[in-house]
């Protein structure tokens, strides 16, 4: 069972606060490599086998959208 609640932190975290520090690469856009960021969820932060479908049940759940 996922804890979307903490994935949603997880998420937010990451991309507010340690982009650089996952080597992500951002476009100009602000936007990150969805496999990549899927890649750091997984390996960094004990995610397991997260899929992009369970990204977007996170968002399409979340009030703030």
Same mark, same amino acid.
């Given at each position: 069972? /996922?804890?979307?609640?903490? +994935?949603?932190?997880?998420?937010?975290? /990451? +991309?507010?606060?340690?982009?650089? *520090?996952?080597?992500?690469?951002?476009?100009?856009?602000? $936007?990150?490599? +969805?496999?990549?960021? /899927?890649?750091?969820?997984?390996?960094? =932060?004990? $995610?397991?086998?997260?899929?992009?479908?369970? +990204? *977007? =049940?996170?968002?399409?759940?979340? *009030?703030? *959208?």
């Amino acid at each position: 069972m /996922i804890d979307y609640g903490k +994935l949603s932190r997880d998420c937010s975290y /990451i +991309l507010r606060h340690a982009v650089d *520090k996952y080597n992500l690469k951002s476009d100009s856009s602000g $936007w990150v490599s +969805l496999n990549d960021f /899927i890649a750091v969820l997984n390996l960094h =932060f004990g $995610w397991c086998n997260l899929s992009e479908d369970a +990204l *977007k =049940f996170m968002v399409a759940k979340s *009030k703030k *959208k």
